[in-house]
């Protein structure tokens, strides 16, 4: 059922008038899948282009592997409270220049931290930098689901997630590389030079919303009148249990590969340790088709195979051969991008009037798990190693899966 049925104190924002959607097909279909690309691609590139790095932090500035992933975590710690206040400012202002704006500032202080002096000045610049692209995620769920045609949403969906696992990729790749051949600061200045490009097309391709009615002022009851009924809707509630077990695996695994793979017997260097995230290019892949086979099939299906390749793939990293670890590494980021596409597109759809609060809710427990297990695995890392990481992962996967499976997917919702 979906909660606008259920939901009386939340007042619609979407006009009375019977919704003007975006058409498969149409030019602005089109238009509106580049611009998301280009959002996905500018949020994530510049959100996890130090996840390569983190060995060289711990190396440059005398700092133990859980204290450098601080560069993450504290960036995505920041990125889940943004959400939670850009969700509810989205409603007063436009959602293409809220997106624009928290787009380019984050460019900027990609910058800034690539200037600054000292390890606490770079945390304090990567903290902001969470802070101003909280106004990117959950906005762009909330279009999707008001402005693109129900038919067709799972797979708008899947092309914006398409667009978060390409620029993931090339943050991360781009980072090892140039870290090779210049400092990494001047890689990170580099990034944010395409990313302010990407904040640029952005703003030019994404047409205004159609469905879309502004509130006055901020009504605080209103928000929390909002939440407090979202969190009680149980299907929504199990979703975002998901998303927090999605980013708490995925960071986690990619956060501690990176030091085993630069220890014995691997020894793996900066460049050869960045090309492992090549396989977020699988990533985009299975976005990409695991919206359209939602829309077809059904969601709780495709949901519950993209947490069980995850777990799967999880326990292939137990094997020492490094082929096996890339393969184990490859089954979870297509099991990732996978289940994070149909989560993301079927919050939209159980949240009825109330998108944006949905959206951010799930964005909150998917950035928290991010920010959290990502440096308590750190702790796991260095007291127990690679097998002790695996278990906080592989039941954290399976967690997950139980969550999944205990949604009932009705067609209509």
Partial sequence: MSLSATHSPARPSAPLAPPVWIERGSRDYGRVGLALFLAGFSTFSLLYCVQPLLPEFARSFAIGPAESALALSLTTGFLAFAIFLAGALSQTVPRRGLMFASMAAAA????VAALAPNWHAFLAARALEGLVLGGVPAVAMAYL????????????????????AFGAMMGRVGMGVLTEIASWQTAMAL???????????????????RNFVARRGLDARHHAAT???LLRHRP???????GFVLTSVFVTLFNYASFRLSEPPYGLGQTAISLIFLVYGFGMFASSLAGGLADRFGRRPALAAGLALMAAGILLTLLAPLPLIA??????????FTAHSVASGWVGRLAGASKSHAASLY????????????????????HGGWPAVVGLTGA???AGLALALGIADRRAA
Avoid at 149 to 155: A, E, K, Y
Avoid at 191 to 209: E, M
Avoid at 236 to 242: A, C, P, T
Avoid at 370 to 375: A, H, K, P
């Fill in 108 to 111: 900027i202080l990609n910058f």
């Fill in 145 to 164: 689901a008001e402005e693109i045609d129900p038919r067709h949403l799972g797979r708008s969906m899947g092309l914006y997630v398409a667009g978060t």
């Fill in 191 to 209: 990034l944010g030079l395409v990313d302010l490009a990407a904040a640029v097309g952005f703003a030019l391709l994404l047409p205004a919303s």
């Fill in 227 to 229: 939440w407090g009924t």
């Fill in 236 to 242: 929504l509630l199990r979703l975002y249990g998901v």
């Fill in 327 to 336: 393969a184990g590494i490859v089954l979870v980021t297509i099991g990732f």
């Fill in 363 to 382: 964005l909150l427990f998917y950035y928290v798990g991010s920010s959290v297990t990502g440096s308590v695995g750190g702790w796991f890392w260095e």
């Fill in 396 to 398: 954290l996967a399976l």
